[in-house]
């Protein structure tokens, strides 16, 4: 069973479209986050998630919008997509947020998203 | 601020040889310290880390890392290489708090000679 799940794995479209991409984990973990990896393979938080309450909030455009439906979903919405934004996105989650700065993250294994 | 530097973007040796990648890192408090291993393809998987406690750290597929307080540094060692260890390495910090985040390295890419 995969721990954390994304879809799509390789997510291609046009300027200016918004897009969506889930994220979902069965570990029971509290704690979801999105991140983004660029091609020099550079890893940086965008969000963080903990029980459904945004608490990690790094400095992003507002075209990105998660939502967390419920604890073990954690999706991504992106809007008027620029050329910028193409990269790879990793959901991950751990267990708790408070202790959880120790807690090892689980990641998901990545949306490769490329804007055209 | 907490900060890592990760020196070497590649690093290369030859299959059986010793495998040493360097982090340094910067931190106001005591730090927690992780190391990440990143196969081709796919997402990050969690080596060894450090929290409080034994400083040196062991972690899976023989990697282990040594937390220097007085060197500021967590670098990761393996004794013999494989050709399996090839994939991107990610050193990161953080600290104890509520919504306190994980602060990941540059990457070094850890390549293996036959």
């Known amino acids: 069973d995969t721990a954390v799940s994304q879809t799509p794995k390789y997510l291609v479209t046009q300027m200016g479209n918004d897009k969506s991409i889930k994220c979902e984990q069965n570990l029971g973990h509290d704690t979801m986050y999105w991140y983004k990896q660029d091609s020099k393979k550079f890893l940086k938080i965008m969000f963080s998630y903990n029980n459904k309450e945004l608490i990690i909030n790094e400095t992003v455009p507002n075209r990105f919008s998660p939502k967390s439906p419920d604890k073990a979903h954690l999706n991504l919405h992106i809007n008027s997509l620029e050329l910028g934004d193409s990269a790879v996105y990793f959901c991950?989650?751990?267990?708790?947020?408070?202790?959880?700065?120790?807690?090892?993250?689980?990641f998901g294994p990545g949306t490769r998203l490329t804007v055209l | 601020a907490q900060s890592v530097t990760q020196l070497g973007s590649h690093v290369s040796v030859s299959e059986g040889a010793l495998v040493l990648l360097r982090c340094n890192y910067s931190s106001s408090v005591p730090p927690y310290l992780f190391w990440y291993v990143q196969y081709p393809n796919q997402g990050l998987q969690l080596l060894l880390k450090y929290t409080t406690g034994a400083t040196l750290v062991k972690g899976i597929n023989g990697f282990e890392a040594e937390f220097k307080k007085s060197e500021t540094s967590f670098h990761l060692t393996k004794p013999s290489a494989h050709m399996s260890d090839a994939a991107e390495y990610f050193c990161a910090v953080s600290r104890y708090s509520s919504a306190s985040k994980i602060i990941f390295g540059s990457g070094t890419r850890l390549s293996i000679r036959p």
């Open positions: 991950a989650s751990s267990q708790d947020v408070v202790s959880g700065s120790s807690d090892t993250q689980y």
